[in-house]
C-alpha cells in the first residue's frame, strides 16, 4: 500500500555533499508535508527538515539551517534533502516520513515511514 523509498544514502568526507531523494506511492503525495529525520548512533530520532504539501513553506532544525534544503516535486511524488558542508554529527540514518496537509516536527505525528538510509560522514 503506502510506501516511501529512501535513497541516496553513503560514505562522504567533511566538507562534502549529498542528496538524498525519498519517493512515495500509495498515497495522495500532494496532500502530505513531508519530513526528514536523523537518528544518530546511541541516540533518539531527531527532526531535520519539513516542507508543506504544497511546497511553499519550509522548516529546518537550527543544526542543519543553511546547509540542508529540503524540496518536493509533486509531479514526481518525491522528496528531497540536499545536504552541504557535511559534518561528521551529520552522521545518522536518515528517514523520510509523511504527514496529512500541516507540517510538524514532532515525529509521533507522522503517519507513515521510509526504511531510513544510512548517511556517514568522515573526517
Known sequence: QV??????????P???????????????FSTFAMGWFRQPPGKE????????????????ADSVKGRFTIS???????VYLKMNS?????TAVYYCAAKSWVVDRSAKDYDYWGQGTQVTVSS
Open 3 to 12: 510506501q516511501l523509498v529512501e535513497s541516496g544514502g553513503g560514505l562522504v
Open 14 to 28: 567533511a566538507g562534502g555533499s549529498l542528496r538524498l531523494s525519498c519517493a512515495a506511492s500509495g498515497l495522495t
Open 86 to 90: 557535511l559534518k561528521p554529527e551529520d
Open 45 to 60: 530520532r531527531d527532526f531535520v527538515a519539513v516542507i508543506s504539501y504544497s511546497g511553499s513553506n519550509t522548516y529546518y
Open 72 to 78: 518536493r516535486d509533486n509531479a514526481k511524488n518525491t
